[in-house]
């Protein structure tokens, strides 16, 4: 009787190796990230909390080719982002990343719809604006797709900001405090917005919060100090 081969093992979505990151110049140069490595699943929602400083949202911005390591390797679905140049990284990172911030960063002079349709636009898309319009009524703005963000409310902004980084239909969300910027209530309706297309679209959610609830409703927290990872546990209500 053959031997039947283990079957092979899935590859990260997201895989960080050994990442260290410096910022600044000469003495006042700083140790932000001290060889992290971390790997997240295909689907997996990981939440990452930590005090000020301890280079959380560094750490996103790495993984979102914002920011590049001092030395170590990022790979996004396989893609290993230090081998692009930043022609090649900004195209993959509109098709393949999409990143809500907690300021809006909206285009003050772009209406609702064609701030969403940017990012399709870029790719070279000729349904962009029909993408858009479809992503915005997806987050309850099917009403308001011909607003300037000065006639938007904080959390209508966010909602554009959401529809933006979904509407390429991206394999990665990266949210920095997403809801930092707004009240509790607001903040919840775009949390859950975004854990719902998280579960509808089966993405790979990665998270800064300050938030210790919101944290736990992804699947995993890693805890950062110092930057270094000091913890990374199953949450609570995904062991529940």
């Known amino acids: 009787m053959l031997d039947t081969p283990p079957p092979a093992a899935t590859a990260p979505m997201i895989a960080l190796d050994n990442i260290h990151v410096r910022l600044g110049e000469g003495a006042s140069k700083v140790h932000v990230l001290k060889d992290v490595s971390l790997d997240v699943s295909e689907g997996e929602a990981v939440g ?65 719809l064609e701030n969403v349709a940017v ?37 209508e902004q966010q909602r554009v900001a959401l529809a933006r980084a979904l509407v390429a239909d991206p394999a990665v969300l990266i949210a920095d405090e997403p809801t930092g910027n707004l009240d509790g209530p607001t903040g919840e309706q775009i949390v859950d917005l975004m854990f719902k297309a998280h579960r509808e679209r089966g993405m790979t959610l990665m998270m800064v919060t300050h938030d210790a609830d919101l944290a736990e409703r992804c699947e995993r927290v890693v805890r950062l100090r110092d930057g270094e990872i000091v913890g990374d546990s199953q949450s609570s209500q995904a062991a529940a």
């Open 48 to 112: 990452l909390v930590g005090p000020s400083g301890s280079g959380k949202s560094t750490l996103l911005m790495v993984t979102a080719g914002l920011e590049r390591p001092e030395s170590g390797t990022v790979q996004i679905a396989g893609a290993t982002l230090s081998g692009l140049d930043e022609d090649a990284l900004a195209t993959f990172r509109r098709g393949r990343i999409g990143i809500v911030f907690q300021s809006f960063h909206l285009i003050p002079n772009m209406t609702a």
């Open 119 to 155: 990012p399709l636009e870029l790719l070279g898309r000729n349904d962009a604006f029909e993408r858009a319009e479809v992503e915005l009524g997806r987050v309850g703005l099917g009403e308001r797709v011909s607003h300037y963000p000065a006639q938007l409310s904080g959390g």
